[in-house]
């Protein structure tokens, strides 16, 4: 071997660099790559962790969340016809405007649109009246009993010395199907 024909020094020396090089091998090769693995496997578990809190405080309040479930479901749970459900969101739009005193000028119903797992309703509305009063009867809307929004409202001036306010609005109810 060739470290017979070295000195004690110098065979201290190839022995010492010998080390290192074995040492910076086996850190970047075996070493480095373990460590991020365990790392990577770590915050996995962290995360699995902390998903399993949730869970676990969820099902803690199961019982809580599908009483206030069906709840909602009993409101918007479709219990007629399109027309029919179509002919009630038609009525209680007309009387909340009624109600609000807003002029109706045309209101008529859009085709139903049936999503995965709930129809949409969608009227549209052409009406004239003040802005207190779209504020008063969009209020009314959005704290009916049915799941009635106003989705679109474009308001248009009828010049500067009159009050009265156009208005195109497109009303939508969603009831689910299932």
Do not use: W
């Not at 201290?12 to 850190?27: D, N």
């Not at 070493?31 to 949730?54: D, F, M, Q, T, W």
């Not at 809580?64 to 179509?86: C, L, P, V």
């Amino acid at each position: 071997m060739f470290l017979a024909n070295l000195s004690r020094r110098e065979r201290l020396l190839a022995y010492t660099v010998l080390g290192v090089f074995s040492f910076s091998l086996i850190y970047n090769f075996i070493l480095k790559p373990l460590a991020g693995v365990y790392s990577k496997l770590n915050r996995k578990i962290l995360n699995k962790e902390i998903e399993l809190k949730k869970n676990t405080r969820l099902l803690q309040q199961e019982q809580g969340i599908k009483a206030i479930f069906q709840k909602y479901t009993g409101t918007i749970k479709s219990k007629r016809s399109d027309e029919e459900e179509i002919v009630a969101l038609l009525n209680e739009v007309e009387k909340l405007a009624r109600a609000s005193g807003i002029h109706i000028a045309n209101i008529k119903p859009k085709p139903v649109e049936d999503l995965s797992f709930c129809n949409k309703y969608t009227l549209e509305m052409n009406c004239e009246a003040t802005l207190k009063k779209y504020i008063e009867f969009i209020y009314k809307l959005q704290d009916s009993r049915q799941t009635i929004r106003v989705e679109k409202l474009d308001l248009t001036s009828r010049g500067k010395e009159n009050p009265l306010l156009k208005a195109r609005l497109l009303v939508t109810k969603v009831l689910t199907t299932k």
